[in-house]
């Protein structure tokens, strides 16, 4: 209390040093009990041993000897439980990585999937300028369908809400008008996507590469073209969603195809074994693609 | 006597609307030109060409049955080939230093108009045999370099009650078994009638070796190499944990692991 003003600093020094040596005396004795935690008992023991040794040249065995006693015990009642925090809070942290990664690498293959095929750009556009001559009303149609296409096939960013079957089979159908019109009488579509089920969520990109892969392998390389059928249903808890050719057939030898091996991946990173692609063969020719997921209602404050 | 004259060319492509473009392009710029064919696939395109002899041919890159560069070969010599396409990277380039001519749809009118220019003045000449340059196209349009094209990168099998293609990369093994080859992936096992001789032929020895007279295993399936109590070698497969036993005359698979 008699201290004067001009020793106030001193003493705020002092509280600092003190407080430091505090924090350094915790952090020792954190240490200390990290490694008695991990440390295996043979080492301990063997520590043990030495530390008597010590203690007996200096004379003074008893506080090594309290010191030793504490350690055992204390290894043996609270080593086990820090151990534990600590493999918990690896694990933890562990998985927070994974998940991050596993999400960068869903949006790096969803990225991957969602490249417009130029071929297929360039072709429609030679398409709407044959018809701006000759059928501008068609042109136009045609045209409105490709904006559509383009707006949906585009990677969303900012958007967070998850992508829905009904958005998926939009984006389909957008790019089946325009193949119908290409392709004439060479191609029928039939779709089956119950109302109930436009909600459901369904990965981007996915049904669309099915379609775009039905059409390229199976229909166009058939010269009388057949049909498309998109149809979706659930059974089990899981959303199956069938995309079928009367095309060509599947050629064993094809070589996988990047689309299909990136669907592969996605559902792995995407459901962890929940989800899967089957390539059936019908018994009457053509190629059948099956993508099944979990059946999920997209949260409603996504519109 | 002018009539018979007259030039005449054949158009194949498998969009009706892109023939039609085409068509009416060459009208424009052609008058004289007659349309003596339309084709919408590579394989009417090259019965057309025979049966009707036309000077000139304009065929579409890919389309059914048999594409644009495979129906150049079929009718390499018999009329003057101009390729259409609307995007093929590697198609362009090579057309670029060939003697062969190409337009890009949309069919831009001037650049149609030298092409029609190029064709009058060979038109006296005999089209030229191009084996060389078509055989450099299709390699290039099957996607560059020596890509293995024909190896099995798809098996056809029953699993319950349908015949799903399965993916060579998700089968650990083969295995012979009575009238049967088993395949085993991670998740299930189905029968297929191709038996382990056929097999070894048409998988990618990379991909899959075979350890016995009786099985093949996918390389990157193989766990460890391990020996068992009367010191046969025994490959334990991931994900599967079966032991698959390696026989004598394939042991040298493994010898530098």
Redesign the interface.
């Known amino acids: 209390m008699n201290t004067g003003n001009e020793e106030m600093p001193l003493s705020d020094t002092t509280k600092q040093n003190l407080r430091e040596l505090r924090d350094a005396a915790v952090e020792l004795w954190w240490r200390f009990f990290d490694w008695l935690a991990v440390v295996p008992w043979k080492t301990l023991a063997i520590v043990s041993v030495l530390m008597l040794v010590l203690g007996g040249i200096l004379q003074s065995p008893q506080p090594f000897f309290i010191l030793i006693v504490a350690s055992f015990i204390i290894k043996a009642v609270a080593g086990g439980k820090r151990r534990a925090d600590l493999t918990a809070s690896q694990a933890i942290q562990r998985a927070d990585t994974e998940q991050h990664e596993r999400a960068i690498l869903e949006a790096h293959l969803a990225a991957l999937q969602a490249q417009i095929e ?2 297929f ?3 429609t ?3 709407i ?3 701006i ?2 059928d501008p009303p068609r042109a136009s149609r045609m045209q409105q369908s490709l904006i559509r296409y383009l707006r949906s096939a585009m990677p969303k960013m900012r958007d967070g809400a998850r992508p829905t079957l009904g958005q998926q089979v939009d984006l389909s159908r957008a790019f089946l008008e325009i193949m119908a ?4 009488d ?1 191609l029928r579509t039939a779709l089956h996507v119950p109302a109930g089920l436009q909600s459901a969520v369904f990965p981007s990109m996915m049904l669309q590469t099915l379609v775009e892969n039905a059409i390229r392998h199976g229909l ?4 009388v073209g057949g049909l498309l059928s998109i149809q979706a249903e659930v059974a089990d808890g899981k959303l199956a969603v069938h995309v079928r050719d009367t095309g060509v057939g ?1 050629a ?5 195809g990047v689309g ?2 990136n669907i ?1 991946e996605r559902l792995k990173v995407l459901y962890n074994g929940r989800a899967e692609l ?4 019908p ?1 009457d020719g053509g190629t059948c693609a099956t993508i099944t997921v979990p059946y999920e209602i997209a949260a409603a404050d996504a519109a | 006597m002018q009539d018979t004259r007259a030039p005449t060319a054949v158009i194949a492509d498998d969009e009706r609307l892109m023939r039609e473009q085409i068509a009416a392009r060459l009208r424009d710029a052609w008058p004289e030109l007659r349309i003596v064919g339309e084709a919408a696939n590579g394989r009417e395109a090259v019965a057309l060409v025979r049966s009707r002899e036309p000077d000139i041919v304009f065929l579409d890159i890919r389309m059914p049955e048999m594409d644009g560069i495979e129906a150049a070969q079929a009718l390499s010599g018999s009329a003057h080939v101009v390729f259409v396409t609307a995007y093929d990277e590697y198609a362009i380039t090579a057309f670029d230093h060939g003697a062969v001519d190409y337009l890009l749809k949309p069919a831009d009118p001037e650049r149609v108009a030298i092409t029609c220019q190029r064709l009058r003045e060979r038109l006296d000449t005999r089209p030229e045999p191009m084996g060389e340059l078509l055989a450099e196209l299709s390699q290039r349009l099957a996607g560059g370099a020596a890509r293995p094209r024909d190896h099995l990168r798809w098996v056809q099998a029953s699993v319950g009650n349908g015949i799903r293609m399965i993916p060579t990369s998700d089968i650990l093994f083969f295995r012979a078994d009575e009238k049967y080859t088993r395949v085993q992936t991670g998740v299930f096992e189905a029968l297929i009638r191709k038996p382990i001789k056929e097999l070894v032929d048409e998988l990618d020895p990379d991909e899959f070796w075979q350890i016995h007279r009786a099985i093949l295993v996918r390389v990157d399936a193989v766990d460890k190499v391990s020996r068992d109590d009367r010191g046969r070698q025994v490959v334990t497969v991931k994900g599967s944990g079966e032991k698959l036993e390696v026989s004598r005359s394939f042991g040298h698979l493994f010898r530098q692991m």
């Open positions: 130029p071929h750009l360039f072709n556009l030679a398409s300028d044959q018809l001559l000759t019109v290409r392709m004439d060479r166009e390389p058939k010269a599947f064993p030898q094809s070589a996988a299909l091996a592969r089957v390539i059936g063969v018994a």
